[in-house]
């Protein structure tokens, strides 16, 4: 396993930071003080916020679902650094964008990304790329902070890349071809103060997490338990505070003869919220005798969910499996997570 592979081109991965980033120590003035002595792992957030619907729609494969809220900091993530983005005066919104499959409502985490274009009277008035993001109360989905020139109707456009990620079972014909979808969108400024803002100061920095929320028309990334999973479960370990559960699979359609699936599910703890964009290398080992050892690669099943796995030589004889992770999620953080999944642990099952 190499984990120069990763670190030798990890500056191609988030260097573009947004202006007004600071340290991870920075605080927003729109927002409640970091939490003082934060843990290395999840924590309870200063607080959370409402949001509001904006408009879902298909985008080819995909269906996409479109909310916001008030304008709010996160991090960026770039190897193993965290890197603050601050609120700025002349931001409106933050808007978030979740991508599923519509027949599953199983959330898509799309490595490739999104695009995202906001336009008034056909003049475009943003656009960005939205940041692949972890939030509590969210789970997985795309934000960035917007500006917009009041209030008034505008139109959002989203792009949604092809899968990079391997496909597999049903999924193994579809997520291949970008989307698009733009719907209509209504922007009050008083319909924004309105969304609730609750706050815990006395709960705050607790080894905890928010709740996921409870959306009647989009679906949040939650993970099946381990014991849940298809396949037989060869165990589960913990990194930093991120929990690895390890499956074998050996009877599964996307599988040819004499072949086998090691699958592992990387979540967070309390709301098994899955952590994309990793970089895993495993070993497998059968009677002492190794045979596989390279990348567990980023995959997608209707089942297995978000996963990192590889294929090997089929066999039920004494297994040895080691998972090292050279690189963590390569994703932004919500309050709470930004502290949390950031070393690159090597685990045995």
């Known amino acids: ?13 988030g260097v ?22 934060r ?14 619907m904006a408009g879902m729609a298909e985008a080819g494969d995909y269906m996409v679902g479109l909310t916001y809220s008030f304008p709010h900091r996160f991090w960026t993530v770039t190897g193993t650094n965290a890197e603050q983005v601050t609120i700025q005066d002349a931001d409106s ?20 990304g999104l695009s995202i274009n906001i336009a008034q009277d056909g003049e475009t008035v943003a656009e960005k790329p939205p940041w692949p993001m972890i939030a509590q109360n969210m789970g997985f989905h795309y934000g960035d902070n917007y500006q917009l020139s ?13 899968m990079n990620e391997r496909r597999l079972g049903s999924f193994s014909e579809r997520f291949g071809q970008s989307g698009e979808m733009s719907v209509q969108f209504d922007f009050e400024q008083s319909v924004l103060e309105d969304l609730t ?32 999973l298809p396949g037989q479960l060869i165990g589960t370990a913990s990194g930093s505070d991120e929990v690895y559960v390890a499956s074998w699979l050996s009877d599964a359609g996307f599988l040819g003869e004499d072949e086998s699936y090691l699958a592992i599910s990387v979540r967070t703890p309390y709301n098994r919220i899955p952590l994309p964009m990793m970089s895993l290398d495993g070993v497998v ?24 796995g590889a294929t090997v030589p089929a066999t039920t004889d004494s297994l040895s499996i080691t998972v090292d992770t050279v690189a963590p999620p390569q994703v932004s953080r919500h309050e709470g997570y930004e502290t949390a999944f950031m070393t690159t642990p090597t685990l045995s099952f």
């Open 1 to 13: 396993m190499n984990r120069r592979r990763f670190l030798a081109g990890a500056g191609l991965t």
């Open 16 to 37: 573009s930071i947004l202006a007004g980033c600071g340290s991870l120590q920075n605080q927003s003035t729109r927002s409640p003080p970091l939490v003082e002595n």
């Open 39 to 52: 843990p290395d792992g999840t924590y309870l957030p200063t607080h959370r916020e409402g949001m509001e």
């Open 93 to 112: 919104m933050h808007l978030m964008a979740t991508v599923w499959d519509p027949e599953t409502n199983l959330v898509l985490p799309v490595s490739a």
């Open 150 to 162: 009041g209030d008034g109707t505008y139109e959002i456009t989203v792009t949604v890349s092809g």
């Open 197 to 228: 803002f609750e706050q815990f100061p006395e709960r705050q920095g607790n080894r905890a997490a928010l709740d996921l929320m409870n959306m009647e028309k989009i679906p949040t990334s939650q993970l099946q338990t381990a014991d849940s």
């Open 285 to 308: 080992e059968a009677n002492g005798e190794t045979v596989y050892d390279d990348t567990l690669s980023a995959a997608i099943h209707p089942d297995l969910g978000y996963h990192y």
